[in-house]
């Protein structure tokens, strides 16, 4: 598995030639790429059958992720782009699955298909013999479940580049106090689902280290808008990325020990409710591990990574 995945990378890699001195946000438009003023984004529909999972790592690798429609708009335009230009493929993966999130179809960036793109088939989603995973997308714009290892096309998205967090995602905040980036999620989900949507980002649920990260988190949980929710969830807690699943003293998702003074009341909780989550003062506290509720994703960044990205955008304009 490892020795595919450097030859999946190295092919990337050697594919990313620049197309005709092009040049998208001060960047070269690489080979391949299609950009959309409609949408403001670079597509590229790779026509070589794949699976889910190695599409949506060729398209981390290009700098991109796994395409879907963040709306109707957009699906219009990929549409139209797609029947320009290559008419005769049927279908094409999406960056939507319920992997992580059993009965639930998510997005990649951990939305819900609800709330961006749900023109399924009739009949669909149908979850044939229980093995229907992730999503493909058909011609007339209209989605299905499928099969994970399912080899099909894919299209992969370039928005602008997060250069700060060193990644596609442009809803992760860098914080350059504590030196790393955050998103929080406005999708209520079970922990662990929530922690199911940081990893797919390449990120985790997030771990407080310090009072500086605790105030933080609760400033931005306090500086975001009021989220549109239906359904129950606990309102005013966020999980986090530690837990006493195992009833072996709660540890963060890293395997270190709580900062004693961070909990709410300055003591660590007893009881059945083994997942960690905080208040939206900054203090931590359990919480049943199925309770729905926002969640807040780390990425770590490495700080000379920081660097050579700005060099590398600087040497480019």
């Known amino acids: 598995m490892f020795a595919k995945t450097v030859i999946i990378l190295l092919l990337v890699y050697l594919s990313l030639d620049y197309s005709n001195g092009q040049t998208w946000n001060n960047m070269p438009i690489p080979d391949g790429y299609t950009y959309l003023e409609d949408t403001q984004a670079l597509y590229k529909f790779h026509l070589s059958g794949e699976t889910w999972f190695d599409a949506k790592q060729i398209c981390a690798a290009e700098g991109g992720s796994l395409f879907f429609p963040e709306n109707n708009e957009e699906a219009e335009a990929v549409v139209a782009l797609w029947e320009r230009t290559h008419p005769s493929y049927e279908r094409f993966l999406l960056g939507m699955s319920e992997l992580t999130t059993t009965g639930e179809f998510m997005t990649i960036d951990g939305k819900s298909v609800d709330d961006v793109y749900n023109k399924w088939k009739p009949g669909e989603p149908n979850h044939l013999d229980g093995n229907e995973h992730c999503v493909n997308w058909h011609k007339g714009g209209v989605i299905n479940d499928c099969p994970c290892d399912y080899k099909d096309s894919f299209i992969c998205k370039r928005g602008q580049w997060n ?14 106090d504590i030196g790393k980036c955050y998103k929080l999620h406005t999708t209520p989900l079970s922990w662990s689902n929530a922690y199911g949507v940081c990893t797919i980002e390449q990120s985790h649920l997030a771990v407080i280290n310090s009072q500086m990260e605790a105030d933080y988190l609760a400033s931005l949980v306090a500086s975001a808008p009021a989220p549109k929710v239906e359904g129950n969830y606990m309102r005013g807690i966020y999980h986090l990325g530690f837990h006493n699943k195992f009833n072996e003293g709660w ?6 020990p709580i900062q004693e003074e961070l909990w709410w009341g300055d003591y660590e909780p007893v009881g059945k409710n083994q997942c960690g989550a905080m208040f939206f003062n900054g203090r931590l506290n359990n919480i049943n591990c199925e309770t729905r509720s926002l969640f ?19 040497q480019s304009v």
């Open 163 to 176: 250069y700060l967090c060193n990644m596609s995602n442009p809803d992760y905040t860098f914080n350059k």
């Open 251 to 256: 540890r963060t998702i890293k395997d270190t």
């Open 296 to 314: 807040i994703c780390e990425h770590e960044v490495d700080p000379s990574s920081i660097a050579k990205m700005f060099e590398a955008f600087e």
